[in-house]
């Protein structure tokens, strides 16, 4: 008789490793662009491309669409992509502006 293995408990990380995960930046690049998400709303658009002394963890990937970042940047970062080796992070994030598109 086959023997049944939980896929989720052998690819997803625990809340307490998930939680116990950090790492330091060594080199970042923000950049910004404007953008309308529709006639009446306009929002500045943030790009952040971090290198990290310590890759994401496979199983933290697996399930995380997003990821928190401490002082000075700060705030919840949607993860767009990932290097092979999980050490480099393409996120993105946005802000309410008082500009519109014309400006």
Known sequence: MKGNTSLQ?????TIEETQSWSSIVLND????EHVAVDINTDRVQYHLH????????????TNAEYMTLTWPVGGIWKIMNLSD????????????TEMDHVE
Request: aromatic residues 6%; proline residues 6%; positive net charge.
């Open 85 to 96: 080796n999980n050490r480099k992070v393409h996120c993105m994030s946005w802000r309410k």
């Open 9 to 13: 408990a052998s690819t997803t990380a």
């Open 50 to 61: 971090l290198e990290l002394e310590h890759p994401l963890p496979e199983a933290y990937i």
């Open 29 to 32: 690049k923000l950049t910004l």
